[in-house]
């Protein structure tokens, strides 16, 4: 298979499309050289006390570690991360952070590691975007700003078992 068809160069426009458009809708975000795609979160049902988001970490340079990170929406934002032992989801606070190794990335995505939002002040509304930060302990404290996408986005494998398990409405 040496040249596509015309046919199947067509084929291949069409499922490009999704993809450009939702590359000119994502944004980022620069600490050091350590590049912040895409962060966005799900939008959450009325009277919701948590919720979370999520993130693409590109590190160009020596490794680092994410320490913390803050939303203006959340009284408390803690880095979690979710991992399936025996078929159980379990769901930790990492309170040493994440290491970013050099020149690797670590991605922030539903049933793995996620940013973790206590205490809303108020719904996560779908459309809006809420500022944040983030804090490596090298490449410092970085604002952000999450876009929120609707409740149940991206979702491929989280079941809310582990979200389930703090006591709240799963996001
Ligand atoms: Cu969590």
Do not use: C
């Not at 006390?49 to 160009?60: F, I, R």
């Not at 989801?89 to 939002?117: C, K, N, T």
């Amino acid at each position: 298979m040496s040249m596509l068809s015309p046919h199947r160069t067509l084929l291949a426009a069409a499922l490009l499309l999704p993809v450009l458009a939702t590359a000119a809708s994502a944004h980022e975000f620069k600490a050091g050289q350590i590049e912040i795609e895409h962060p966005w979160s799900r939008a959450t049902p009325p009277g919701a006390k948590t919720g979370a988001g999520y993130l693409l970490l590109e590190n160009d340079g020596p490794a680092d570690r994410l320490v913390a990170a803050t939303a203006e929406v959340a009284g408390r934002t803690e880095i979690h991360q979710m991992t399936m032992t025996d078929g159980v989801m379990r769901m930790r606070a990492q309170p040493e952070g994440v290491e970013l190794p050099a020149d690797g990335e670590v991605a922030f995505e539903p049933g793995s590691y996620h940013l973790m939002f206590f205490d809303l002040k108020q719904p996560i509304r779908e459309g809006k975007r809420f500022k944040g930060t983030l804090t490596f302990e090298k490449a410092g404290t970085v604002d952000i700003e999450f876009a929120v996408e609707e409740a149940g986005a991206k979702k491929t494998d989280d079941n809310g078992g582990g979200h389930a398990a703090h006591g709240a409405a799963s996001p």
